[in-house]
C-alpha cells in the first residue's frame, strides 16, 4: 500500500474536474481524507488522499461518463435568482440574493436560520449571471456576508433586479 498523500485540490487539478466534484466521488468511493495544516494555504487545513485513493478515482473518471459533474461545470444551467427579505417585521432591509435551480427547496433551507423570510421576487436566470447580478444590484448596500446585505430601501434594491434583468436575454 502507498503511503504518500495528494491534496484534493491537486487532484482537481490533475484531473481536470472541479473540487467539489471530487469531493462527491471521494464519498461514492468511500473514500476518506485526511485533513493536515498547509502553509501554503495560510496554515488552513487542506484534505488529502493516498496515492492508492487517487488512482481509484482516476480509474473511476476513465471508466465512466460522468453526468453528474453537469451542474459543477455547466455555467448555462437554468434557474432564477432571487430576492429574499430575511427578517419582514424586524429587519426589513436585510436581503439575501442568490441563484436557485429549485426557489421552495432554496427558501426551505434559508427558513432553518431566518424562519421568518421571504422571497420578495425571483426572475429567470442563468448560473452564469449570479455573480455579475448580486454585484449589480447590491451597489450601496451594506454587505453583511457573503450574499446577504442590507439597504435603507428594499424597493430600491427590487427596482435594480428589474433593470438588470430587463438587459438579459429570454
Known amino acids: ?3 504518500e498523500i495528494i491534496s484534493v485540490i491537486d487532484v482537481a487539478k490533475n484531473l481536470g474536474k472541479q473540487k467539489a466534484h471530487v469531493f462527491k466521488i ?13 502553509n501554503d494555504a495560510r496554515g488552513q ?11 481509484r478515482i482516476r480509474e473511476h473518471f476513465a471508466g465512466t461518463e460522468d453526468d453528474s459533474e453537469a451542474s459543477f461545470t ?8 432571487y430576492l429574499i427579505q430575511l427578517e ?13 435551480t429549485n426557489i421552495e427547496e432554496r427558501l426551505r433551507s434559508h427558513k432553518t436560520a431566518a424562519p421568518f423570510s421571504k422571497v420578495l421576487k425571483t ?5 452564469l449571471w449570479e455573480k455579475t447580478a448580486i454585484e449589480s444590484v447590491s451597489q450601496d448596500c451594506d454587505r453583511l456576508h457573503t450574499e446577504v446585505f442590507r439597504s435603507e430601501s428594499i424597493d430600491e ?6 433593470q438588470f434583468f430587463k438587459l438579459t436575454p429570454k
Open 74 to 81: 455547466q455555467p448555462d444551467i437554468g434557474g432564477v435568482f
Open 26 to 38: 471521494l464519498g461514492r468511493l468511500s473514500i476518506e481524507t485526511v485533513k493536515e495544516r498547509c
Open 157 to 162: 434594491v427590487q427596482s435594480r433586479c428589474e
Open 45 to 55: 487545513k487542506i484534505a488529502y488522499i493516498t496515492t492508492d485513493d487517487y488512482n
Open 123 to 127: 426572475w429567470p436566470c442563468k448560473l
Open 1 to 3: 500500500m502507498n503511503n
Open 88 to 100: 419582514p417585521e424586524h429587519d426589513p432591509g436585510r436581503f439575501k440574493l442568490g441563484f436557485a
